[in-house]
């Protein structure tokens, strides 16, 4: 903390960036508070350069912030500003014509230290912290300049931010600038628009159908789970046809400041400096407008802000902590401490206030729609940021000297050594300076990612492989932890999948799960998860803005910590689980990304980058990196220094050999990744249709011999021991699902090699070990459930307690006629039966209430199609037995098939 002269401010005046018109206005506010009399403050109105049309009155608005708010504030210094005075400073301001009506307004707001009404930290009180009160005085200096260069439908590009500091109701359902944007137009796009038709499940979560465009198949929603697609090229009845409209949310999207990433990040046509710096003077206007008393400007406030705060919460210290965070975020993004970026926006603001282009012209001002906002963007950055980036040290080194030689602050000893604007008498040469000259051991920024980033931008076309690189560096840089998390993940799965359900992962946290394991899997699990734990909150935001699978919105905003259930952990697709899907989806898709984005810089094609599976990717194949232990060393190492005595030191980049090492050490060789499945399945999940047709899709299946069939049934005579053989098919179909095999292979075999199970206590029956392969393992386990079902049957208990009673109703006389008739005819009868038992197990749910009400009187032959039954024959089945004949049909056809093979009577 610096300790000023006696009777000076404890934050040094950085308004003195507006020059000597600002500095001769706040003196004559002195002059005329300590005499009493408004005449100092007439006098330069009146001989003030009318080319300063807008520089003088904010210098006015500042000067009275200075010399009369914060004096009255500081309870420690005289004040001498009486009610009668004030009186007179208020019809001053209010009637010389000088100043905008949004401007008076603001002044009037400033000489009663009014500005602050409903937020503290903008009221200037004893006691705050230095970081407070130059933040203050940064909110009021931008406002400053929006009351008096900004008036409203001036079309100046400073209106959108004047709109939303003083009139926030105008802006409810603009998109506000730097907010994230939905992507789908950017998708339809890139895709053949003539052959890719979009749609929407139930939700409006939307997906697309490529190649003709119609649906042939049914899948399930990867967001919400619900049924998706078609058959047969028609559309299923709860689906809808997109809409090609911009869904685009409208108001402030980002959620809560600290959860925000502490890194930059671009934003369609803005590179992260210029992201960020927009983002300050977005919370800089709503921080205003947030500090009102006025209900109307903070309802209007509180229905931009997604998700809505809780009833009750202080609209302005949710922007107050937004803007903060935006200070941090600049500061690393330009590689420049927090001082240098105050310094550098007040510069900025003067520079706006000298501004006389109307860059806003034909450009929508509400911010309607994605063009109008990208098109401003791009304005606004052109107008003000390009040229401020460019002189940015220029003018921060001429704000330091101004600073320094203010009378306020110039006899300050510390402050000048600090900002080294002292003359040495003679600069010795090198020799003579010898390690103890001062010049030598001046303090430097130190050099960042973020700084040469920012330096690297106007040259980019020169460096496109760097530049690339360091575009991306903020979601390549958690690339480093994807190996971790897929062993994470497949150590989950092969301890839980199929093993535990939904309600015991819920209560069992991460903390318990790792106090259960051995000292060596607990410091390896613990690195693991550390490790997701630390990719989750580098790419939280990406993740979802622009991820291709979306996390669970119940974890947007939340942390992950030892005490969060290990549902966290578990990659499945609903819930929770969606997260580590999600996450190993998006860390994937940004290393294949960047590759092709390479490519194209070197005129490769993806067929020219090899390919390795994501289970086999390791470090060495992935664009993985450290930023502190392996990109900043070598940025360091291409960053040349030169010290001359009484000069400084100068910093330059040799950037064509920083970007070779770069591509040699991070890039050349990488392979892209092919994704694979990881999925856990919940105990209860066992029988689920997305099961079966994904393994399916990974191990075509086949039917077991019918002699073979005969021979495992006469082996297993016991209930209990089908009941265990069905437990250990369980397993093997749920670790074949995630992780595939060869369909040749003997089930025994993967039982003892992969899963080391003993083959012999699991698959009790020996002609099982000796025939079964994996392409007939769900023809093992349909058989097999089939007969537990008889045996629970014959034993006169239910067999299907778990299914809905709308699937219970017995059929009619007739119905049995039908029924009958018709399994006469057909030839694959013991197919069938376990065809529809599957069905049943699978589809028919309790769970399932809310479809089962529109499956009650559907053709039951109608279902069996969608589900993928393919037996010759069952499109005959009669349409008078429906889905809620369900139970009542298999009974009947299991008897039938039975008394066929055994001669009895049905």
Known sequence: VLRHNEGEDAIPDRFIVLGESYRTTREAVTNAVLSSSTRPLEEVVTNTDRS???????????????????????????????????????????????????????????????????????????GQSGMVRSLAALVVHFACVLSQCAPPTSGHPLEVFAALAFKPDTMRKALLPTMPEDDLP???????????????????????????????????????????????????????????????????????????????????????????????????????????????????????????LPVGANIGQFFWAHLERDIQVFAKAIGKGIDHVLLSLHHLFAAMTECKANAGSGVDLGLSNRTTRRRWEKAFEHEFFTKFFETMEEGVTEAQRALMNDERLGNDKLMRAVFEVDARAAVPSA????????????????????????????????????FTFLHHEHTLRAIQYLPEIVQLQRRLVDRYSRRIDRKTAEEYTIKRFLSEQTDMDKELLGTMITAYEDAWMLVREQLYQHGRLKPSEECRYGVIKRRSPLTFLLPTTEGFGRNPTALVDFLVSAHNEFLEAYGGVKKMKVNDFQRVSLFDSTHAQLISYDGSRHLLPLVLSHCHYTVEPGQGMLVQYDLAALEKHL?????????????????????????????????????????????????????????TDICSVIASLEIGIGFLMASGGSGDMLLADYMERVLKMNPELTLISRKLRHSCMLQNILSAWRLLVVQRTQKLTD????????????????????????????????????????????????????????RNASWVDWALTEALDQYGCRLQGVDDMPYELECQHAIAVWAFAARMSRAVTTGAVV
């Not at 393994?695 to 006469?714: N, S, Y």
């Not at 219970?808 to 039966?833: M, N, P, S």
Request: charge should be negative; charged fraction near 20%.
């Open 795 to 850: 034993l006169g208990q239910d067999a299907f307690e778990d299914v809905a009673d709308d699937f219970k109703v017995e059929i009619d006389r007739e119905q049995r006629q039908l029924l009958t008739e018709w399994l006469a005819t057909l030839a694959q009868r013991d197919a069938f039966v376990g065809e529809l038992l599957e069905f049943i197990v699978v589809e028919l749910k309790e769970r399932h209430a809310e």
């Open 431 to 466: 020799d003579e300076a010898g390690h103890l000259d001062p010049s030598l051991w001046r303090y430097r920024v130190r050099a960042s990612i973020g700084g040469l980033m920012h330096m690297l931008a106007p040259q980019k076309e020169n460096f496109p492989v760097l």
């Open 52 to 126: 300063l049309k807008h520089v003088a009155p904010v210098g006015l608005l500042l000067s009275l912030y200075r010399e009369v708010t914060m004096c009255q504030a500081e309870s420690s210094q005289f004040q001498p500003t009486g009610a009668e005075y004030l009186a007179k400073l208020r019809d001053f301001v209010g009637r010389r014509g000088l100043l905008r009506p949004d401007a008076s307004r603001l002044a009037l707001q400033l000489l009663g230290n009014e500005q602050g009404a409903a937020l503290a930290h903008v009221k200037v009180s004893p």
């Open 186 to 308: 950017a998708i339809r796009n890139a895709l053949p628009e003539s052959n890719t038709h979009w749609y929407e499940c139930p939700n409006g979560h939307r997906y697309y159908v490529a190649n003709c465009g119609s649906p042939m198949q049914e899948y399930q929603c990867n967001v919400c789970r619900v049924r998706i697609g078609g058959t047969s090229g028609t559309l299923d009845t709860a689906n809808r046809v997109a809409s090609a409209a911009d869904q685009s949310e409208s108001g402030h999207i980002l959620g809560a400041a600290h959860l925000r990433s502490a890194s930059a990040v671009p934003e369609r046509d803005l590179n992260p400096a210029s992201c960020a710096l927009m983002r300050i003077l977005l919370h800089m206007s709503l921080v205003w407008a947030a500090s009102s008393s006025d209900q109307g400007k903070l309802a209007a406030l509180a229905s931009i802000i997604h998700p809505a």
């Open 663 to 719: 591509e040699q050490r991070f890039i050349i060789g990488r392979p892209m990744v092919d994704m694979a499945e990881i999925r856990l399945v919940f105990s209860e999940d066992v029988h689920n249709t997305s099961q079966m047709v994904a393994l399916r899709r990974r191990i075509p299946q086949a039917e077991l011999p019918k002699a073979t069939q005969h021979q495992i049934v006469a082996e297993l005579h016991e209930l």
